[in-house]
């Protein structure tokens, strides 16, 4: 099980900022995580896109470390750094060789507060982020994914992208940035994660001399907008340039932390292939899915995604329709398959090869420092960190019963939203307002 | 703090060459539950027949599909019922393939490997399957500007027929052309021990190692199994060649620019390394992320990549603009270019992107894959089995000067392939 060698340790500092410490000394490496409790959940109509740029800006600059010189004295100590925004989170790290530690520490506890948001770095980074929504663009899944997703979602922030709507990112001003910043960037609205070669007890003295000085801030605001119950089915089509067509549902789902997830993730491997924390490795040749769509030679590929959320999510399924085939087709038999395992049809043999699968998952996760720090902060953020430690243990708790009622409660048409991409030569584009 | 940096070496890591050709090369780890398995067999694209581009890769992709012993769902039953995965795929010279499990599965993953390598059914209803998988991932490719600008340039780089020009997967009218028994044809030739290399590492004994794969695979013979073709040589530019395509709807052009790049053993490899990382990977991007990206705000991405192996492979950079950008990018891009092949770096440059190749080792090897990779590259060149205890040296001993010689060597600011794909520029405003 994911917890029998478990040796995390938690403190909370006084000024609120929860510190996980996990030793392991396979390798002379520890990767060092700040998660800040704000993500586009968080945002609002005409300020979408917010969060992310406010990462993008804690890698422009404070009065101690300028713009660049933090990627030097990291990467010439041969570390790595990156950020990432997602729903629920803005999360920061740095692996690093374990002599170096220090380091990252010193600059995650600067940047807490002292980022400069330049007015001219503003700017720049304006187009760079513009930049990047561009470059999704050309995906023609990211299309098919924006909308469905702001179809589902009416009322929870959820609807927006987390890169934001580009009439927003023309829009937002410095001091929204600066603001949403000092809203959310406070220790007791931060999870700090260390995993590797040191010795908990000096780690934590180290965290605390450089995070124990912060002063807390406000408590951020909560997100009140509860999506409402969804009354039958929503569907959207959209039609762009392309030269495959794709179909996506999306069930509506419950949070991480309700007991009926580690159900609906049982159904997700049945369905769709195996996931769990730590990596997505394994093929997904032998599901439901696959069998109905890809080995029938109506699709090309086929997805499912659980993913763990703060809020209630979705339990999404993305087909790649086959050359030649049409979504109606793909539609029709990803239909009939999600029916019969809503109507109970799964066996003991398919939730054991599930489990067998996540033991491999967490067994090949925990090899990196990287992804086992990410994974403890990430479900510390959900509720507690056990979430990540236990997870072996909760799916072998879930039994064929719970599963087929799962199925039974989730897999509704009432409940879910449907989209399909459809690629046409010529678009005609009103408004041209892109 | 308390593990010390064990690189590996002739002390923990073991060889050995199986009387077949099968060089095997094994590292115990046994911080961890699982094995990784990781290889190469010589039958890449560069023996593809011209008017077959694509399949040394569709035959790796069926090696899978079915053997003399196992359907398509059996062989996957195995492989996901027990977590574990493996898959094929073509390169340019050879087929690699990666495999892991947890330790206890090993000799199944060792089983169905060398199932797939020795007996493989090429079943007719999957040859017609996965035709119908490349065919329509090769059509959405062909709406992806990254891929469109990356064959372009490859195209204008590696002329005059040259197998680095051809696509990897072939082409919709390539891959719709071949038949089951060509399919077969190029398995039955190309498919044998010689020259084939195979590493193992976790928590598996090397002894157990060496035996399942003198078990399984120590009787494979092919005696039709050609030598590798020699790789002609890739014409110089001369000046800037330019290819342009245009997909319609797209929001960002993407840029491809370079030329042909050195080959791991050349003896500039590691200074043209370090040359490209300063030009174009250090910190964000190097000098050129810190001029498209940082300074100008042009782009979310804009870095250079060298990807030499056996042959010459391209050095090139890689920049997503808006299309009312291009130009612009290029013309900054270009002056880089200039300056990394006329003055030399600075000695801070030089010392970050050292540090940092040195540097970085533990981080690249904590992990089982990591370390296979490690071992695979000092079979594949002949390194040695202390490389990685050399390399430090290696390394510091490159000078500002070498740099500038290796950029100068490949580089030219006035003679590159400048391929772009994006949407209709004609347009565009700038």
């Known amino acids: 099980m994911a917890n029998e060698n478990s040796q995390v340790s938690r403190h909370v500092l006084d000024n609120g900022l929860i510190v996980l410490l996990k030793e392991v000394h396979t390798a002379p490496v520890i990767s060092w995580w700040m998660l800040y409790r704000v993500g586009s959940r968080n945002e609002t109509t005409g300020k979408t896109g917010i969060s992310h740029w406010v990462e993008h800006m804690l890698f422009k600059g404070t009065d101690r470390f300028s713009a660049g010189t933090v990627d030097s004295l990291i990467e010439r100590v041969g570390g790595v750094w990156n950020a990432q925004t997602s729903y629920d989170y803005t999360a920061f790290f740095e692996t690093m060789p374990a002599e170096h530690i220090e380091l990252a520490l010193a600059i995650e506890a600067d940047r807490m507060t002292n980022a400069r948001f330049d007015p001219q770095e503003v700017e720049k980074e304006r187009t760079v982020i513009i930049s990047e929504r561009e470059g999704s663009e050309n995906s023609p899944t990211f299309w098919l994914y924006e909308e469905t997703r702001a179809l589902a979602f009416r009322v929870h922030p959820y609807h927006h992208p987390i890169i934001g709507d580009m009439a927003d990112l023309r829009t937002i001003t410095r001091d929204d940035l600066y603001q949403h910043y000092r809203t959310y960037y406070n220790p007791n609205n931060a999870i700090a994660v260390a995993v590797g070669d040191f010795e908990t007890g000096t780690m934590l003295r180290l965290v605390e001399s450089h995070f124990g000085h912060i002063s807390p801030g406000p408590q951020p605001p909560p997100v009140t907008r509860t999506e409402p119950p969804q009354y039958g089915e929503r569907t959207v089509r959209v039609e762009r340039e392309g030269n495959a067509a794709y179909v996506f549902v999306g069930y509506r789902a419950p949070a991480a932390t309700d007991p009926d997830w580690f159900r609906l993730a049982l159904v997700d491997s049945v369905l769709a292939g195996a996931s769990a924390p730590g990596g997505n490795g394994i093929g997904n040749r032998t599901s439901r899915l696959y069998k109905a769509l890809v080995e029938t030679e109506l699709a090309s590929s086929v997805s499912g995604g659980l993913y763990p959320s703060v809020d209630p999510y979705l339990f999404s399924i993305m087909v790649t329709v086959r050359d030649g085939r049409r979504p109606e087709e793909v539609q029709a038999a990803l239909d009939a398959e999600v029916e019969r395992v809503a109507a109970g049809e799964i066996g003991e043999a398919e939730l054991d090869k599930a489990r067998k699968q996540a033991r491999a998952l967490f067994a090949y996760g925990t090899e990196r420092v990287t992804g086992q720090a990410f994974w403890l902060a990430f479900t510390e953020n959900l509720s507690s960190y056990t979430w990540y430690e236990n997870y072996l243990d909760h799916l072998a708790a879930v039994t064929l019963e719970d599963v087929r009622q799962a199925a039974q409660r989730y897999l509704r048409r009432s409940q879910r939203t449907v989209g399909w991409f459809i690629p046409v030569q010529d678009v005609v584009q009103e408004g041209g307002a892109r | ?430």
């Open chain 2, 1 to 430: 703090m308390t593990t010390s940096v064990a690189l590996p070496g002739p002390h923990d890591v073991f060889r050995r060459a199986l009387p077949n050709g099968i060089v095997v090369l094994v590292r115990e780890n046994w911080n961890s539950k699982s094995v990784v398995i990781s290889g190469w067999v010589d039958a890449g694209s560069l023996f593809d027949p011209p008017e077959h581009e694509g399949l040394a890769s569709f035959v790796a992709e069926m090696l899978l599909r079915g053997t003399q012993q196992r359907d398509f769902q059996s062989i996957h039953e195995w492989l996901e019922s027990c977590g574990a995965s493996l898959d094929f795929s073509a390169g340019r010279h050879s087929v690699g393939f990666a495999g892991r499990s947890l330790a206890e599965d090993l000799p199944g993953l060792m089983s169905l490997l060398a199932e797939a390598l020795q007996q493989p059914a090429f079943p007719p209803e999957q040859v017609e399957r996965l035709r119908g998988q490349m065919v329509t991932a090769l059509k959405i490719h062909e709406q992806d500007t990254e891929y469109v600008a990356s064959r372009l340039f490859r195209e204008i780089v590696y002329r005059d027929g040259h197998p680095y020009s051809r696509p990897l997967d072939g082409k919709v009218e390539t891959v719709t052309g071949f038949t089951r028994e060509q399919v077969v044809e190029f398995y039955q030739k190309h498919y044998g021990p010689r020259r084939m290399t195979m590493v193992m590492v976790g928590a598996v004994r090397a002894e157990t190692a060496f035996h399942l794969v003198e078990d399984y695979l120590g009787d494979w013979k092919n005696p039709t199994q050609p030598e590798p073709p020699t790789l002609p040589p890739v014409p110089l530019l001369t000046a800037i060649e330019r290819r342009e395509a245009v997909l319609p709807g797209k929001s960002q052009a993407d840029i491809v620019l370079g030329v042909s790049g050195p080959a791991r053993l050349a003896a500039d490899w590691v200074a043209a390394n370090l040359a490209n990382h300063i030009l174009g990977v250090f910190g964000m991007y190097g000098r050129i992320g810190a001029r498209v990206r940082e300074q100008l705000g042009m782009a979310y991405y804009s870095y250079s990549r060298l990807d030499g192996g056996l042959g010459p492979g391209p050095w090139r950079v890689v920049a997503g603009v808006n299309p009312a950008n291009v130009e612009q990018a290029v013309s900054v891009i270009r002056g880089e270019l200039r300056r990394i092949t006329e003055e030399p770096v600075t000695e801070e440059e030089l010392e970050n992107s050292k540090s940092n190749y040195i540097g970085r080792l533990p981080l690249q090897l904590e992990s089982n894959d990591g370390v296979a990779g490690a071992l695979l590259n000092i079979e594949r060149y002949q390194l040695g089995l202390d490389y990685l205890l050399r390399y430090a040296d290696e390394i510091r001993g490159v000078t500002a000067e070498d740099v500038l010689a290796a950029a100068r060597h490949y580089l030219n600011p006035d003679a590159f392939a400048l391929a772009i794909a994006g949407p209709d520029r004609s347009g565009a405003s700038g």
